[in-house]
């Protein structure tokens, strides 16, 4: 049997981001994961945002990983084939697997690393311990479950989930090349949708090393045809979603197959749950069409690893009621709570036909297009208008540039 303070259950973002962290802060660690490198998986391709960058900063690692991305200091803005702005952009793009054995790359030596399934948890308030499936056996004193959307063990540990909406949003990567030309004019776009009817908040389209990626988001049915059409034909489909999009992209092809990603927007429950505490998606989920899912991963594990384990190492015991005071930390709860919001209201701002939602629409679209018209004149009349159509000015208050580089963050994120 190893024993170890603190064991990780899943080596995806937030499992390999707590194990960089709390090996470089000197506690001993066991990240298990049956991946040695982690493998292709479609997810987060990019990191975008002053807000999400900052988030990722306190983990101390970010510098070191973002190099590996392909940077974007501009997004262009497009909506009804007009282009509406070219925003200036703090845009990391880089696919998940990429980003993920990044991260891994900056977890110290000192860190074990066990390549093996974990099939079963023993939970107690002073040691936890862990079956793999290689027949080894961990004692813990804490267990990190952020083993994703992988729900066996919190099945076998009794973890009520919450479904709060099912099949909320689905999302499609694929590879897009120019068509007679060798390269696109933009260098990065989102393209927001034309009709409601179509349900698609919005494409965007990103390098990714000497690729152009899209990534285009709808509120569809998993087995809705237009999928099955997409599949068949993506080119033509895409045209008729989005008729206008090529005014600005100019024609293009679609080379190799799509990724789909349907997502489920739930909430595990682990109250009562001694030597175990849930981080990322195995918490709960987002919708990558607000683009806050690394933002929930990195205010995870930074207070995780940066505030309550080094509290509760520091004391006897690892109860139930210890670990309740991270579920509580404010910080997570205010950035839980803003993601959630943000997953419906971007949902409603893209396909509700009532007065008011047509109204924020237009709005946003009006706010884009003043903000791209103004931004030639200078800083004095910068504006950034969030994802509602709401804007502040560049001498706002500080929470309303919280909530502006938020939005702009959401804009062109994908998860």
């Not at 993920?100 to 977890?107: G, L, P, S």
């Not at 939970?123 to 729900?151: F, H, M, W, Y």
């Amino acid at each position: 049997m190893r024993y170890t303070d603190i064991a990780i259950i899943g080596g995806g973002l937030s499992g390999s981001t707590a194990a960089a962290m709390l090996g470089r802060a000197g506690i001993s660690t066991v990240l298990i994961d049956p991946h040695e490198s982690y493998p292709a998986d479609f997810r987060v391709e990019k990191l975008s945002g002053h807000e999400q960058i900052e988030r990722f900063l306190k983990t101390g690692i970010a510098e070191s990983v973002l190099r590996r991305a392909t940077f974007a200091g501009e997004n262009w803005i497009a909506r009804f084939g007009r282009l509406l702005d070219k925003a200036p952009s703090r845009q990391f793009n880089i696919l998940y697997d990429s980003l993920v054995n990044a991260v891994r790359d900056e977890i110290p030596a000192t860190v074990e690393r066990v390549c093996a399934k974990a099939l079963a948890v023993e939970t107690s308030p002073e040691r936890q311990k862990i079956t793999l499936a290689n027949d080894e056996t961990i004692s813990a004193r804490l267990v990190v479950l952020a083993n994703g959307l992988n729900v066996g063990l919190r099945h076998q540990l009794g973890i009520a989930r919450k479904v709060v909406s099912a099949c909320h949003s689905i999302s499609i990567g694929f590879d897009v090349m120019p068509a007679g030309r060798a390269s696109f004019d933009f260098p990065a776009l989102t393209y927001f949708s034309e009709r409601p009817s179509d349900r698609t908040p919005y494409i965007s389209l990103f390098p990714v090393g000497t690729r152009m990626r899209a990534n285009l988001f709808v509120y569809r049915s998993f087995d809705d045809p237009w999928l099955h059409e997409l599949r068949r034909a993506p080119a033509e489909t895409l045209d008729t979603t989005l008729p206008r999009l090529k005014r600005i992209t100019g024609a293009f092809d679609i080379p190799g197959e799509l990724k789909v990603r349907p997502v489920d927007l739930y909430v595990n429950d682990p109250r009562g749950q001694p030597g175990i505490v849930l981080v990322g998606d195995a918490f709960a989920t987002s919708c990558p069409v607000a683009g806050t899912g690394c933002d929930k991963v990195f205010t995870d594990v930074e207070r995780l690893c940066n505030v309550y384990i080094p509290q509760w190492l520091s004391a006897d015991g690892m109860s139930a009621a210890k670990i309740a005071g991270f579920y509580a930390d404010p910080v997570k709860q205010a950035c839980d709570q803003w993601s959630a919001a943000k997953a419906f209201d971007f949902r409603s701002v893209s396909i509700a036909t009532s007065p008011y939602w047509t109204a924020q629409r237009w709005a946003r679209f009006i706010a884009w297009s003043a903000q791209g018209l103004l931004r030639p004149l200078g800083g004095a009349f910068h504006l950034e208008p969030n994802f509602l159509g709401h804007s502040s000015s560049s001498s706002s208050s500080s929470s309303s540039s919280r909530s502006s580089s938020s939005s702009s963050s959401s804009l062109s994120s994908s998860a």
